[in-house]
């Protein structure tokens, strides 16, 4: 069964920075691309961020370019998103999600998210 | 990167069939195959209800139907039960290597 467990939320000053991480297990980790999506309280889904089984490609909404990376190590199944320059309008729970396919495609499993809150 | 257009909401009574559409353009919707609906209920995270426009993943009612025509993607539920309560959200793979969602449609059993 996949699981994914996602940790590094919290609150959060404007302009601060934060780091997510998302332990993966039940399936082969590297056959599968991985997304960061958020969804803002009583909002819908945005997508954030992808990035390949390998490693090798990642891919960004505009809203996350230049502030938000993306990294995933295939040793520890885990991926990680490092929030940087965060703004009020980035609270939302963060959604660690499986990829069907090796790369960008579409989503077929979810975590169960961690919330992030920026504030002052 | 605009969202996909979704009606906010549906409904009809249990045993009725409904149609969720999803709207983009020749750029996501209208291109990709990779076209996908997720069911969320209050509290809980998005399932996985729909995949390549039209494929049921294993597990899912048979109950639940997609097709695309176009710019547009739709989802059907078929026998409207109770626990189908629910937002439910489409999303597309786009030509600019990014995914897209609509701003999702809550469905009410009336």
Known sequence: EVELVESGGGLVKPGGSLRLSCVASGFVFSSHGMAWVRQAPGKGLEWVSSISGSGTDTYYADSAKGRFTISRDNARNSVSLQLNSLRAEDTAVYYCAREIAASLTEIDSWGQGTLVTVSS | ?110
């Open chain 2, 1 to 110: 990167q605009s969202a996909l257009t979704q009606p906010a909401s549906v409904s009809g009574s249990p045993g009725q069939s409904i149609t969720i559409s999803c709207t983009g353009t020749s750029s996501d919707v209208g291109r990709s195959r990779y076209v996908s609906w997720y069911q969320q209920r209050p509290g809980k995270v998005p399932k996985l209800m729909i995949y390549d426009a039209t494929y049921r993943p294993s597990g899912v009612s048979d109950r639940f139907s997609g097709s695309k025509s176009g710019n547009t993607a739709s989802l059907t539920i078929s026998g409207l039960q109770a626990e189908d309560e629910a937002d439910y959200f489409c999303s597309s793979y786009t030509s600019s290597r990014t995914l897209v969602f609509g701003g999702g449609t809550k469905v009410t059993v009336l």
